[in-house]
């Protein structure tokens, strides 16, 4: 009898031992696929490099007499090579941003809906085009072809990074090489802007660093926009915002919890 109450006790212990440990891992699966869906929501400071980089150099260039030299031979090589203007890039600075809602409507899914992407890619406008006409009205560059002065910073390239960015942002996870052709694609832009005598290659190199950054501060933000502006209809449910650590960086997450 008292072998047979040991066993059945050791038999408990066993299977409350099992159920707490598949329930930790159930635990942890939650957390790592909350933490993976919401990573593009995460604040992290060495994302801030390449864009500030960028916009640095092309208000740099506004007044760098190094820079305005190197602009100038820039446009003095392209101009001797220049048969007939190519206006493609007023149509492929959307690219990269139309292909999301292309790949999605194949079936190939990215990161959020449609009402949550299309909130997301808005902000992203809003702060670039901001951002773009804000400083094309302040530093009053000439055009290298000299229709006007609104040169600096290139609105084509920023739209075309902008996309090229929420482009990575949704599909990096299904495959980097979406990613990847969105840049090729909004650097071909930028590179004919130049071709057809719009802009300087300071205005370009700015425009693409505007454009990336609005898309990043769009993604970190959603949390706050979506909260804030887009109350969501869902009953009983709370938001949290809360920092984590991988191991080898501290970033914030942003969790629904219904």
């Known amino acids: 009898m008292f072998k047979t109450i040991l066993f059945l006790f050791l038999s408990i212990n066993t299977l409350n031992a099992q159920a707490q440990k598949i329930s930790e891992q159930e635990k942890q699966i939650v957390t790592d696929t909350i933490q993976k869906k919401d990573d593009t929501h995460d604040f992290k400071f060495k994302h801030l490099i390449i864009p500030t980089v960028l916009i640095g150099y092309g208000i740099i260039g506004i007044e760098s007499d190094q820079l305005k030299l190197f602009n100038?031979?820039?446009?003095?090589?392209?101009?001797?090579?220049i048969d007939e203007k190519i206006s493609i890039d007023d149509f492929s600075q959307y690219a990269p941003a139309l292909s999301?809602?292309?790949?999605n409507t194949l079936g190939i899914k990215g990161k959020h809906n449609f009402k949550d992407r299309t909130i997301i890619l808005g902000t992203s406008y809003i702060l670039m085009s901001t951002s773009v006409v804000s400083l094309k009205s302040i530093t009053k560059v000439e055009r290298?072809?000299?229709?006007g002065f609104n040169s600096f910073p290139s609105g084509h390239t920023a739209t075309a990074f902008a996309g090229a960015?929420?482009?990575?942002?949704?599909y990096k996870d299904v495959s980097i090489w979406y990613g990847i052709s969105g840049y090729i694609i909004a650097t071909g832009t930028g590179a004919f802007r130049i071709y057809n005598d719009k802009h300087w290659l300071t205005d370009v190199v700015a425009g693409a660093g505007i454009g990336i950054l609005s898309t990043k501060v769009a993604y970190w933000i959603n949390p706050w926009v979506q909260?804030?502006?887009?109350?969501?209809k869902e009953k009983n449910s709370a938001s949290v915002i809360l920092p984590f650590y991988n191991g080898k960086q501290f970033g914030i997450g942003f969790a629904r919890i219904f």
């Open 72 to 81: 100038t031979e820039i446009k003095e090589e392209v101009n001797e090579d």
């Open 100 to 103: 999301v809602y292309g790949l």
């Open 144 to 147: 290298p072809d000299g229709s």
């Open 165 to 170: 960015e929420f482009l990575w942002q949704e």
């Open 227 to 232: 909260e804030k502006i887009f109350k969501s």
